[in-house]
């Protein structure tokens, strides 16, 4: 297996714009995880599905967050519109059980 | 809510010498405890977990970990250290299928 895929690995934007980051978890978990990483709050639990649904979105910012998960083997993290305080290392985790599975994770810098 | 705390931002050891990343936890009921590592610009990677049963638990590249009820406490040792375990460690607590990590410990081994 090739493990939690995400894409981009970087992204940079400006203040303002758009900004969609990627998950492929591993066949077969049934929970999905965003984590933000940050020097100022270290690591941060965003919010979670199991089978699809969102369970526990409490973690997200604000509303300029929003998280998808439309199947199995894909979920999306949006932020619309983005600020600079945003820029963090995004990393997306799934699971079967107990043990969470890391991406390698998305730094995001807004300029 | 379910919480971890490491309280050495950054512990150094010399290269053989044992070393020890001190973790305390505070959730209601039984535990489930984790140790991840995370290597620069890489996700974090599974070292070990305490579910039940023996109080020190073996992970992988020679880590192990003793889980203290008494003391709320988890701390992940090494009997001899490696330059090559420099990294940043985190500790974890899971409940209610939600993790929440720790700070994060920084871990210098010198030659």
């Known amino acids: 297996d090739a493990g939690v895929i995400q894409s981009p690995r970087h992204e940079v934007t400006e203040m303002g714009q758009e900004v969609t980051l990627r998950c492929k978890p591993i066949s077969g978990h049934d929970y999905l995880f965003w984590y933000r990483q940050t020097m100022m709050r270290g690591l941060e639990l965003l919010i979670y599905?199991?089978?699809?649904?969102?369970?526990?979105d409490s973690g997200m910012p604000e509303d300029r967050f929003s998280a998808k998960m439309p199947n199995a083997s894909f979920s999306t993290l949006k932020i619309q519109p983005s600020e600079p305080r945003d820029s963090a290392v995004y990393f997306c985790?799934?699971?079967?059980?107990?043990?969470?599975?890391f991406g390698p994770g998305t730094r995001l810098t807004v300029l | 809510a379910q919480s971890v705390a490491q309280p050495e931002d950054q512990v150094n050891v010399a290269e053989g010498n044992p070393l020890t990343v001190k973790c305390t936890y505070s959730?209601?009921?039984?535990?489930?405890l984790f140790w991840y590592v995370q290597y620069p610009n890489r996700g974090l990677q599974f070292l070990l977990k305490y579910i039940t049963g023996d109080n020190l638990v073996k992970g992988s590249y020679g880590f192990e970990a003793e889980f203290n009820k008494s003391q709320t406490s988890f701390h992940l040792k090494k009997p001899s250290a490696l330059v090559s375990d420099s990294a940043l460690y985190f500790c974890a607590v899971m409940g209610n299928n939600d993790m929440r990590f720790g700070a994060g410990t920084r871990l210098t081994v010198k030659p």
């Open positions: 599905f199991n089978n699809n649904v969102p369970i526990d």
């Open positions: 959730v209601s009921g039984n535990p489930y």
């Open positions: 985790a799934s699971s079967f059980g107990i043990e969470q599975f």
